[in-house]
């Protein structure tokens, strides 16, 4: 019986590439000057370059990326639109998480943001 060494990469066995975990970040809520009371938080540049090197916008929304979010104890689906002031997107933050997560304008929130493939529908 032979026995292999657990140091050498056992032959024929293909190199698996690395997964990218999601982008998360931290951000301030901000409130937009305007009607209907709209939330929301500035991707940083590093992630928003991220978003678009995994998911390139395209088609309908005029450049936005389909998303799925999770902020403390809320996880909902939506689209991160771009922001020709910063260069960046920006993440609507919907009344109901801001509820459920006690968020105002200012308060700085953890997000971890999943983009959805290309052409894929946000159920």
């Given at each position: 019986?032979?026995?292999?060494?657990?140091?050498?990469?056992?032959?024929?066995?293909?190199k698996?590439?690395?997964?990218?975990?999601?982008?998360?970040?931290?951000?301030?809520?901000?409130?937009?000057?305007?009607?209907?009371?709209?939330?929301?938080?500035?991707?940083?540049?590093?992630?928003?370059?991220?978003m678009?090197?995994r998911?390139?916008?395209?088609?309908?929304?005029?450049?936005?990326?389909?998303?799925?979010?999770?902020?403390?104890?809320?996880?909902?689906?939506t689209?991160v639109?771009?922001?020709?002031?910063?260069?960046?997107?920006?993440?609507?933050?919907?009344?109901?998480?801001r509820?459920?997560?006690?968020?105002?304008?200012?308060?700085?929130?953890?997000?971890?943001?999943?983009?959805?493939?290309?052409?894929?529908?946000?159920?």
């Amino acid at each position: 019986m032979s026995r292999r060494s657990s140091s050498r990469p056992s032959a024929g066995l293909a190199k698996v590439p690395r997964v990218a975990s999601p982008p998360r970040f931290t951000a301030p809520l901000w409130a937009h000057n305007g009607e209907g009371g709209w939330h929301f938080l500035t991707l940083p540049t590093e992630v928003a370059d991220e978003m678009r090197q995994r998911v390139p916008p395209r088609g309908p929304g005029f450049g936005s990326i389909r998303v799925t979010v999770a902020v403390g104890a809320s996880t909902w689906e939506t689209s991160v639109f771009p922001d020709k002031a910063t260069g960046s997107f920006v993440l609507p933050v919907k009344k109901d998480v801001r509820l459920i997560n006690e968020l105002a304008a200012g308060d700085t929130v953890q997000v971890q943001l999943r983009p959805h493939p290309a052409g894929a529908a946000v159920s």
